[in-house]
């Protein structure tokens, strides 16, 4: 989530549990704990340049719940022996830092970026998906929560309004988790009706809100992409379907950068050439054609392609003209339309099959 979501919540939970005598200074300590996990792209970018390293050791060590209870633990410890609040109360601080620090990555865990909560284990990232990176409809409760109890201090306005804050945020959470269920369910039925009931597939919510679903599955082709109003939408979904060339992604699936972008983004990705270079989509975060993250792996050459250090790409999109869309979309159900059944080639030749490498 957002760095200003992250510091309210730590805010919010270490001031709900410390004595209310020190509810600003455990405001401010939450605020601190809430935000530490992030700063792990400090580092990161000092000891590499390499953009899928950087992708992939953010929420690493520093977001693992086998790694944060004991860094909590010390902090505790060394505040506990400089005496002051955390001396005279070490109980509830002890549970107040805890609390505030191991939060932050679960509320990751619910975005789709992919957070590695059991590192070192070799597992995959998790990524629940049911909510955005920024989602002010879950921000805007603890934000207001953290004002009241920062002015009302130790009055018991303070710990209501913190209760009420981390309450509503909380079955923000679960009703997401909601949404998400009904969403999977008639994509689920849909892509069955189409033969595509074991094909790898996710659902995201769309933009600061989760009414609106964005919903892929990978195909032998590519993949397909549709969305889901939850305000509008009746009946099966519309999906649209898009190539990924699978010869080239082929031949570069060992290098590397490549495998570890699979392990990392769970074999979500578009293989693509584009002015002689091979380039990686991921399509967790974006929808086609824009997509946040995207990678030239390789070059062209005769016969084939040379590995190259990874270079993380970005060209314009029209960013006014997709939320617009997007919000009129919440509330209008899609016509139907003949491209729905049909690989869309962008430019006008037969689509190439997708490499089994990009099915999970």
Not at 207 to 236: H, K, Q
Not at 258 to 275: I, T, Y
Request: net charge neutral; charged share 20%; glycine share 6%.
């Amino acid at each position: 989530m957002d760095s200003l979501t992250q510091i309210v919540l730590g805010g919010a939970i270490a001031a709900a549990i410390a004595p209310r005598g020190h509810r600003r200074a455990a405001l401010l300590a939450g605020a601190a704990l809430g935000t530490l996990p992030d700063l792990d792209v400090l580092p990161i970018h000092l000891l590499t340049d390499d953009p899928v390293r950087r992708m992939t050791w953010h929420r690493s060590v520093s977001h693992s719940l086998l790694v944060l209870p004991f860094l909590a633990w010390a902090i505790w410890a060394w505040c506990k022996g400089r005496g002051q609040r955390v001396a005279q109360s070490p109980r509830r601080w002890f549970w107040a830092i805890q609390l505030a620090l191991c939060t932050h990555p679960l509320l990751d865990a619910f975005t789709v970026y992919g957070t590695q909560l059991w590192w070192p284990l070799p597992t995959r990232p998790v990524m629940w998906s049911s909510v955005f990176i920024i989602d002010p409809l879950y921000t805007i409760w603890l934000l207001v929560a953290c004002a009241v109890a920062w002015f009302a201090r130790e009055r018991p306005l303070a710990q209501h309004a913190l209760a009420v804050g981390l309450t509503i945020s909380s079955l923000y959470l679960g009703a997401s988790l909601l949404a998400k269920s009904s969403v999977d369910r008639v994509a689920r039925e849909t892509l069955a009706a189409r033969g595509l009931d074991d094909a790898p597939r996710f659902s995201v919510p769309m933009p600061f809100n989760i009414l609106l679903w964005r919903v892929v599955a990978m195909t032998p082709e590519g993949f397909l992409e549709g969305e889901r109003s939850l305000a509008a939408d009746t009946g099966p979904m519309t999906f649209r379907a898009y190539p990924s060339d699978a010869r080239a992604f082929a031949q570069v699936a060992d290098y590397p950068s490549v495998s570890r972008l699979g392990w990392f983004n769970h074999g979500f990705m578009k293989a693509e050439q584009r002015d002689g270079q091979l380039v990686l989509s991921d399509l967790r975060m974006g929808a086609e054609p824009d997509f946040s993250f995207r990678f030239a792996v390789a070059e062209a050459q005769e016969g084939g392609w040379r590995e190259i250090p990874p270079a993380q790409l970005e060209w314009p999109w029209d960013a006014s003209r997709r939320l617009g869309d997007m919000w009129r979309r919440i509330w209008q159900a899609p016509e139907d339309s003949p491209d729905d059944e049909r690989i869309v080639d962008r430019e006008g030749a037969a689509p190439p099959r997708a490499a089994p490498a990009l099915e999970r």
